[in-house]
Structures are given as structure tokens and as C-alpha cells.
């Protein structure tokens, strides 16, 4: 079993629909991440938890948000979704201390 | 600003042969260092790291990297390529300036592997 699971793997969704992206861990680690890729940008962080209390944006919050429901599980929102958002979106965590992240196997989020 | 470049966005290298993938970075200090590779459909998975000593690093999959402190450079080398390498690679730099574990991503370098 994968430590880091994201689901759904793949969604085809309408513009200004609401979506959620999960993203649950077996790892223990207390920081988890939310990231997007685009081809030629390489990976853009969204939003970041220390735990479950503290909740961080990163560099391209505009139009996300997260929740973060336990230690083991990390949600991103988009509110209403716009094909700009189209993207590859990765989960990670990581353990305080340790810089190493581990990443889920991705979403592929395609908004027509 | 802190930045990671990859200035190679595509490399094509026959089996067999030699590779080396190119990064930089642009920061003041001593960053943490990481080689990720992206396999198709897959997510990240961690080749090799580097936080201080041997600046000679030894990661999964025969691939070694090399930090140049004076250069601010993170190559990646591997002597001989599998058709399997085949992949996007990515050097990340983190910072935890602030305890944050973020990472910084280069734009990633795709490797195409002929037989």
C-alpha cells in the first residue's frame, strides 16, 4: 500500500464547479503539502500544514484552500473551479526536522 | 529570491551511454539538496540527497550527484543509462529557514533514452 494516497487519481470536471482533492498518509509525519505541476514550471507549492492547528499558504494560494482534517489527512478545495487550474497536483509530506518529502502518486484535475 | 535552474529542458542520450543532468541553484547559504525523478503517470520519487559531508552523494538506481559549493551546482551524473531512466527529473532546494521544510523545484529536465 502506497504511504501517501491521493485520490482521486484522475476528475474531469466543469468550470465553477466546487472540487475537493484528498490526500491521506500512513507515514506519521506531521507536515504535509500541497503542490501543482505544469509542464515547464516545474512543481508550485499551494499550501502547506506543520499539523493539524497551523495552516501555511504558499506560493500560489489564489483560488485553493485546504483543511486539514487529522494528522493523516490533508484536503485541498478548489471553491469554483476555472481551466487555468488544469493541472497535475501532487500531495507530500514530510517529518519536522527531516527536509525530505515523500509524494503521492498525483491528480490529474482537467476543468473544461 | 531563491531560484533552482534546470537549464536543460530536454535530453535525449542513446543506451548505454553517459548522463548528466545540470542544476543550480541561487542561494546564500548551504541549501538542502534533492534529485527527484518523475516517472509517466507516476508521482516523485527520491533518487538521492544531499544535507552536508561527502559532497559526492550515491542514490537509487546507479545515480550519484555532486555538490559544488563554488559553482552552486547539484549535477546528476550516471555512467550508463537504462532504457528505463527514461523520465522527467527534478532538483529541488530546501531552505528551512523557518523550520518549514518547503522546497524549491527547478522546471525539470525530460530524459529520452534510444536503443
Known amino acids: 500500500d502506497a504511504d501517501v494516497t491521493q485520490t482521486p487519481r484522475n476528475r474531469i470536471t466543469k468550470t465553477g464547479k466546487r472540487i475537493m482533492l484528498e490526500c491521506s498518509q500512513t507515514?506519521?509525519?506531521?507536515?504535509m503539502y500541497w503542490y501543482r505541476q505544469d509542464p515547464g514550471l516545474g512543481l508550485r507549492l499551494i499550501y502547506y500544514?506543520?499539523?493539524?492547528?497551523?495552516?501555511n499558504k504558499g506560493e500560489i494560494s489564489d483560488g485553493y484552500s485546504v483543511s486539514r482534517q487529522a494528522q493523516a489527512k490533508f484536503s485541498l478545495s478548489l471553491e469554483s473551479a476555472i481551466p487555468n487550474q488544469t493541472a497535475l497536483y501532487f500531495c507530500?509530506?514530510?517529518?519536522?526536522?527531516?527536509?525530505?518529502?515523500?509524494f503521492g502518486d498525483g491528480t490529474r484535475l482537467s476543468i473544461l | 529570491a531563491q531560484s533552482v535552474t534546470q537549464p536543460d529542458i530536454h535530453i535525449t542520450v542513446s543506451e548505454g551511454a553517459s548522463l548528466e543532468l545540470r542544476c543550480n541553484y541561487s542561494?546564500?547559504?548551504?541549501?538542502?539538496l534533492f534529485w527527484y525523478v518523475q516517472s509517466p503517470g507516476q508521482g516523485l520519487q527520491l533518487l538521492l540527497k544531499?544535507?552536508?559531508?561527502?559532497?559526492l552523494v550515491q542514490g537509487i538506481k546507479g545515480f550519484e550527484a555532486e555538490f559544488k559549493r563554488s559553482q552552486s551546482s547539484f549535477n546528476l551524473r550516471k555512467p550508463s543509462v537504462h532504457w528505463s531512466d527514461a523520465a522527467e527529473y527534478f532538483c529541488?532546494?530546501?531552505?528551512?529557514?523557518?523550520?518549514?521544510?518547503?522546497?524549491?523545484f527547478g522546471t525539470g529536465t525530460r530524459l529520452t533514452v534510444i536503443p
Open positions: 507530500a509530506t514530510s517529518k519536522q526536522g527531516v527536509p525530505t518529502q515523500h
Open positions: 507515514k506519521g509525519h506531521d507536515r
Open positions: 500544514s506543520f499539523d493539524v492547528k497551523d495552516i
Open positions: 542561494y546564500g547559504a548551504t541549501p538542502y
Open positions: 544531499y544535507f552536508s559531508g561527502d559532497t
Open positions: 529541488a532546494v530546501g531552505l528551512d529557514q523557518t523550520g518549514a521544510n518547503n522546497l524549491f
